[in-house]
DNA sequence: AGATCATCTTGACGCCGTTCAGATAGCTGT
DNA sequence: ACAGCTATCTGAACGGCGTCAAGATGATCT
């Protein structure tokens, strides 16, 4: 491991060849995305922030959006690791899916400029990432939560309609939940967290019922 | 209104100066945004379909930025008013929450490219647009929907609480409904329509109780 | 008529995504 | 050890982008 560099911190002069170019791409890219911004992430930019040139990265993706999609992908990754941890945490199993909401909002609020262009990507190409059905993606998660909460798992459409509302209505709060004109509110909540912790308690789905109810 | 061209539509030559550019200019990239998607929506295209020079939108607004916000707030305007149509439509008082997401989601299914942009821009600066305040403000008809359907008004806190969380709720179906996934579903549930009717009406706040719950 | 001023055009700058011909070096088989 | 092969990277170039400064144009006012 001395410098023939299939580490991933090559810290010795680039072994010329680089060893593992598209990962270091895709670390510069989240680098600059934390700390310039979504507007400054050019390929270029990360190419320039990897130390090659601007024509590099297209040996290891066919496009600027592939290389976009390989930064998004690892987000989705992440994302599914802290819902389960929250998912883990949940005190009582009518809880679980009120948990994994909160843990879900505070990664995209965490990670706002990633959580983003997750989301740019999944709409792009109107539908979630590929890996969706991986054991430890979020979206299953979503899925095992529900059943785990007390959802009939025999009756598909409504346990599907659970599933897609409950997304919704998380996706939402993460996107909206730092807006301005709710400042007010969040300070009189105690904070970010209590704020949406309230508004996910709030729809019916998280804390209550999740059975069908047709009135 | 021969042709000294202060009309909306100067079917003569341009009146050099073209009259009514800045309008022109917020049409020409509603119509490039529907025609060629966000991707083509530059603002040299933008004045190009106007039939001006490329600098000559900057004697209208400051940045391409700036004109985008301007087609956005279009946008949001025309969603006022569905959704005003949306609540006049509703049968009963306690159903004009959920029409008002119908008709919400509707807006947004009809117009993706432009709900997109008005999103985009709303979360760029972290804030629902300027004229949220408005009578006619889609924001502003949620509230008032809210307290028709036997909301407390009293309860400045359950009410704000009850509003956001429709409003992500609505938002996140607004993106995801025609995700491909659901295709399976929706097609079982009788098309789009009725699929995102189920979904709004599976999440508590709109087909049942308005009030707090708190356990 | 002449002056003023908003409006539009021309031309330029630097950055972008992308491509292509050529340089470089690790790997393979001998 | 050497030659060739192939993956990888560089350099230079293309057109398109957002933006700006300088000049042209014409409506409006006196």
Same mark, same amino acid.
């Given at each position: 491991?001395?410098?023939?560099?299939?580490?991933?911190?090559?810290?010795?002069?680039?072994?010329?060849?680089?060893?593992?170019?598209?990962?270091?791409?895709?670390?510069?890219?989240?680098?600059?995305?934390?700390?310039?911004?979504?507007?400054?992430?050019?390929?270029? /930019?990360?190419?320039?922030?990897?130390?090659?040139?601007?024509?590099?990265?297209?040996?290891?993706?066919?496009?600027?959006?592939?290389? #976009?999609?390989?930064?998004?992908?690892?987000?989705?990754?992440?994302? @599914?690791? /802290?819902?389960?941890?929250?998912?883990?945490? /949940?005190?009582?199993?009518?809880?679980?899916?009120?948990?994994? @909401?909160?843990?879900?909002?505070?990664?995209?609020?965490?990670?706002?400029?990633?959580?983003?262009?997750?989301?740019?990507?999944?709409?792009?190409?109107?539908?979630?990432?590929?890996?969706?059905?991986?054991?430890?993606?979020?979206?299953?998660?979503?899925?095992?939560? #529900?059943?785990?909460? @007390?959802?009939?798992?025999?009756?598909?459409?409504?346990?599907?309609? /659970?599933?897609?509302?409950?997304?919704?209505?998380?996706?939402?709060?993460?996107?909206?939940?730092?807006?301005?004109?709710?400042?007010?509110?969040?300070?009189?909540?105690?904070?970010?967290?209590?704020?949406?912790?309230?508004?996910?308690?709030?729809? @019916?789905?998280?804390?209550?019922?999740?059975?069908?109810?047709?009135?």
């Amino acid at each position: 491991m001395s410098e023939t560099g299939s580490a991933e911190t090559p810290t010795a002069a680039r072994p010329y060849h680089h060893g593992d170019l598209s990962r270091a791409l895709v670390a510069a890219g989240r680098r600059i995305l934390e700390a310039d911004g979504p507007a400054a992430l050019s390929l270029r /930019a990360v190419a320039r922030e990897a130390g090659v040139s601007p024509a590099a990265p297209y040996h290891h993706f066919k496009d600027k959006v592939e290389l #976009l999609d390989a930064v998004a992908e690892e987000g989705w990754h992440e994302l @599914g690791e /802290a819902i389960a941890k929250g998912r883990a945490a /949940a005190p009582t199993p009518r809880s679980v899916m009120s948990e994994i @909401g909160v843990a879900y909002v505070r990664f995209a609020r965490e990670n706002p400029a990633l959580y983003r262009l997750m989301y740019h990507a999944a709409c792009d190409r109107a539908m979630m990432p590929d890996h969706a059905k991986d054991d430890n993606s979020a979206w299953r998660h979503v899925e095992e939560a #529900l059943i785990e909460a @007390g959802a009939d798992p025999a009756d598909e459409q409504e346990m599907k309609l /659970a599933q897609i509302a409950a997304w919704c209505t998380v996706h939402g709060v993460a996107e909206m939940a730092g807006f301005k004109e709710f400042e007010p509110l969040r300070e009189a909540m105690g904070g970010e967290e209590p704020f949406v912790r309230a508004l996910i308690n709030h729809v @019916g789905i998280f804390a209550r019922r999740t059975r069908a109810h047709h009135d």
